[in-house]
C-alpha cells in the first residue's frame, strides 16, 4: 500500500459539493496543499466559501474547471497530484427525466475519465471514490437475501437498474468501473467510501443538495402531513470527511469503507426535532399509511414496486471496517440533526 507525501498537492473533484466541502476544509487545516475541481469557475458564489476557509488557514487552495463530461477535463488539476478524492457526481433522488442523461452518463463516464486521467498522470498514487451505501444495497428487502442480516462491504446491489432506483444504480455502476480501471493497473490504489445518508451542519447557504433540502423540508412544513415509514443508514457530514481523509493517509487502508454511523426511520428524525422546537416549525408527527403512498406514491417519483420493497422495512450496515481500521467514531445521530437544523435556521433557509 502506498505513502502518500503531503507537500504534493491534493485534488478533490466536485468541489463545490455539500460533503467536498467538508473534506477541502479538513484538508486545508491540516496546512494541505488543495486543488478543488468545479463545473464553472465563474460561479464564484459556488466556492466562495472554500476560498473563505482557505483564507484562514495554513493550507494553499487553487480552484480547476473540469466537467465529469469532458473527457480530459481533469488532466490539468491532476498534474503532480498523489492523492485524488473523486466526489462529483450528481444526487437526484426525485424528478428525474432522462436518468440515462442526468445520472447514469456523468456517474460512469465522469469516473471513467477521472481514473483515466489519474493512469495518464504518472504521479497519482491513491483514489479514494465517493461511493455510496447504495452500490451494496438496491432496496430494503434486499437485506434477508445478505449473510448475517446487515449489509457490510462485500455486499453489491443487484437489483437497482436505470427504471428503478436510477440513482443507486448509476452509483453501482460507477464503483464497478472504477474497480475494472484500477485493477488494470498498480499505479494507484483505489479506495471507496460508503456513506449513508449524510446530515450534519452544511458550509453554505446552498438549498440544491438532496441532503440539505430533506433537512429543510423536515422543518417548512413540506413534509408536514407525514414521513413514509422509511429507515436510512445516517452518516454526519464531518464524520464523512474523516473517513475519507483517513482513507487516503492510512497506507493500510483498503476497499469498501461504511461510513454510517447507524440507522434511523424518517419519523425518528422528525421527532429529535420535535423535541427541541416543538410548535415553532411544521414538523413531521406522523408516518403516512402504506396504502396512501400506493395510492399517492407515484405522483411523487415512489413507484409501487418501490413501496413494496422499502416501506416499512429495516436496514442496517455493518459500520465496523471503518471504526477499526480508519479509527472512526461517528457521533450519534441526534447530534448531527440538530446541528443540521441550527445551520439552515441561522443561514435563513426554513
Ligand atoms: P452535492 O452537494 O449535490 O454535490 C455534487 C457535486 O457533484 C457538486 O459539486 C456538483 O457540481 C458535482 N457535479 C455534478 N455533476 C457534475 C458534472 N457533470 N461535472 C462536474 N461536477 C459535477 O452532493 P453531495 O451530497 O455532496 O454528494 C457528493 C457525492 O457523495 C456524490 O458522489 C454522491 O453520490 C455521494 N453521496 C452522497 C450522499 C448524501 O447523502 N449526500 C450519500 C452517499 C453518497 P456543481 O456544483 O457544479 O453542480
Known sequence: MKEINRQKPILVTGGTGYIASWIIKLL???????????????????????????????GKFTIF??????????QEAMVDCELVFHTASPFMISGIKDAQKQLIEPALNGTRNVLNSAKENKSVKRIVLTASVVSMHGDAVDMQDTENGIFTDKD???????????YSYSKTIAEKEAWKIAKTQNQFDLVTVHPGFVLGASLTKRKDSVSIDFMISLLNGKLKTGVPNL??????????????VA???????????????GSSTMLELANILQKKYLTK???????????????????????????????GLPLKFDNSKSIKELGISYRPIEETVLDHAEQVIRDGLV
Open 156 to 166: 453489491w446491489n443487484t437489483t437497482s437498474t436505470a427504471t428503478h432506483r436510477p
Open 65 to 74: 474547471e473540469a466537467d465529469l463530461l469532458k473527457v480530459g477535463s481533469f
Open 28 to 58: 486545508l487545516e491540516k496546512g494541505l496543499d488543495v486543488r478543488a475541481t468545479v463545473r464553472d469557475k465563474s460561479k464564484s458564489e459556488k466556492f466562495k466559501h472554500l476560498i473563505e476557509i482557505a483564507e484562514n488557514s495554513n
Open 247 to 261: 482513507a487516503a493517509f492510512n497506507p493500510e487502508a483498503e476497499g469498501r469503507y461504511i461510513a454510517s454511523a
Open 231 to 244: 429507515t436510512l443508514g445516517i452518516v454526519d457530514v464531518r464524520d464523512l470527511a474523516k473517513v475519507h
Open 281 to 311: 416549525f411544521k414538523i413531521p408527527k406522523m408516518q403516512l399509511p402504506k396504502i396512501m403512498l400506493y395510492l399517492f406514491g407515484p405522483l411523487q417519483g415512489f413507484s409501487w414496486k418501490y413501496v413494496s420493497r422499502n416501506i
